[in-house]
């Protein structure tokens, strides 16, 4: 009986792995083919003034379809990306195009506007990735300090020192960092010492229990006070209630990005909110 089951269940495994690396592999042809067809899109979304809704930023967000239509999450297929490597020219289509769509509202008298673009591990760790940097930013005419990086804690802790240099060297243009989902990745926080950072990104786990739940409140307040410490702005991730709103405003949170104020939406709708200028 216990060999019949266990049997059952190698075949229930196997099967569920083989599925798994049919999937992978088809995501993977999906984006070499979205690649080649220019496929791929960027939506964008609003980054507010806490206080005062006013938009002071976008954050950009890479969209995928399968042939069908449906959408492929980028946390799904950037993985994926990553082990192809296929990153590297997904990356560069993602800072293009951004960069391209910056120049287009600041044409608009949108000049202040931020734009945050998401860099993974291996493109940040890629040789030439500050050398293409610098020529996208010239070649978009944006100054360097209009665009944001944002990388994850664990990508700076791979490797301290090279993070180090390879963040001076971007600082040098200008450019600004912000570590995001943070508070998910490393519970050392010598690094925020050594590094040009200039914002933190609260991450949306820890905003999902405000303003009630006990241990998010406690993690959100201390990452406010440690972020004051370090002259650090902050952006809390995923606000999708009043409530929770109302609460980071009170605990003096800068910046506000979440569904209550706006899902992720295609460069002509952003437009569109643009001219508002104000979300609720
Ligand atoms: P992230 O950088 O932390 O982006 C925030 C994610 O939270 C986005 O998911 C966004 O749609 C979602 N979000 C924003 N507000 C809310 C909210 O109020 N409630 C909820 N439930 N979700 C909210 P998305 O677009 O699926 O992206 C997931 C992750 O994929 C990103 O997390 C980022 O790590 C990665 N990613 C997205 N675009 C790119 C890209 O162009 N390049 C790279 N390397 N990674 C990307
Ligand atoms: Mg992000
Ligand atoms: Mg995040
Ligand atoms: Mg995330």
Request: hydrophobic fraction near 40%; include cysteine; glycine fraction near 8%.
């Amino acid at each position: 009986e216990a060999k019949k089951s266990g049997r059952h269940r190698y075949c229930w495994f196997h099967e569920a792995l083989a599925n798994a690396t049919t999937e992978r592999r088809n995501i993977e042809l999906r984006i070499r083919e979205a690649l080649e067809a220019d496929e791929f899109a960027l939506h964008y979304q609003p980054v507010c003034d806490a206080e005062s809704g006013r938009i002071i930023g976008a954050e950009a967000l890479i969209r995928l379809k399968d042939r069908g239509g449906q959408a492929i999450p980028p946390a799904l297929f950037i993985p994926i990306a990553e082990q192809g490597g296929l990153i590297e020219p997904i990356g560069e289509w993602v800072i293009h195009t951004g960069l391209k769509q910056l120049a287009h509202w600041r044409e608009q008298g949108h000049t202040d506007l931020q734009l945050a673009i998401n860099i993974s591990g291996t493109q940040f760790a890629s040789g030439r990735f500050v050398e293409h940097l610098e020529s996208w930013i010239e070649e978009s005419g944006v100054p360097g300090s209009a665009l944001e990086l944002e990388l994850t804690e664990g990508v700076l802790m791979a490797d301290v020192e090279k993070a180090q240099s390879i963040l001076s060297r971007i600082g040098a243009l200008g450019v600004r960092l912000a570590v995001d989902d943070f508070g998910t990745g490393y519970s050392s926080l010598a690094y925020l010492k050594h590094l040009p950072i200039h914002r933190l990104k609260i991450d949306r786990s820890f905003v999902d229990g405000l303003p009630s739940h006990p241990g998010d409140t406690a993690i959100t307040r201390s990452i406010l006070q440690l972020a004051k410490t370090f002259l650090l702005e902050v952006t809390a991730e995923g606000v999708e209630t009043q409530d929770q709103l109302e609460f980071l405003r009170r605990a003096g949170c800068n910046a506000i990005q979440g569904f209550l104020q706006s899902q992720p939406r295609p460069a002509a709708e952003f437009s569109a909110l643009l001219e508002r200028r104000h979300l609720p």
